[in-house]
Nanobody, 117 residues
């Protein structure tokens, strides 16, 4: 079973940096692609970034490309999202997910990131 727990969210100012983490306390997730999504109040959940099971292939939403970096540490069963040059429009609940055969099958509960102007 995959059990994902996000941490590291908080309140920061525009231009600041923040790193959120997603730890899997269940079975190893080394065979899963991992992703970060976000959901702002009143908006649809949107894709932010993903990393392949090997850690080599990475994808980013255009809105975060060049500012956010996704990485994974399989030894620690953890995936990270380093967020730099944060903007107020980055404010959202950030959720991590593990990709199963049928898509993003496992989700964490999310961590709140708030960026003040």
């Amino acid at each position: 079973q995959v059990h994902l727990v996000e941490s590291g969210g908080g309140l920061v100012q525009a231009g600041d940096s923040l790193r959120v983490s997603c730890a899997n306390s269940g079975r190893t997730f080394s065979n899963y692609a991992m992703g970060w999504f976000r959901q702002a109040p009143g908006k649809e959940r949107e894709f932010v970034a993903s990393v392949s099971w090997s850690g080599v292939a990475k994808r980013y939403a255009d809105s975060v490309k060049g500012r956010f970096t996704i990485s994974r540490d399989s030894a620690k069963n953890t995936v990270y999202l380093q967020m730099n040059s944060l903007k107020p429009e980055d404010t959202a609940v950030y959720l991590c997910a593990a990709e199963g055969p049928a898509g993003w099958a496992y989700w964490g509960q999310g961590t709140q990131v708030t960026v003040s102007s």
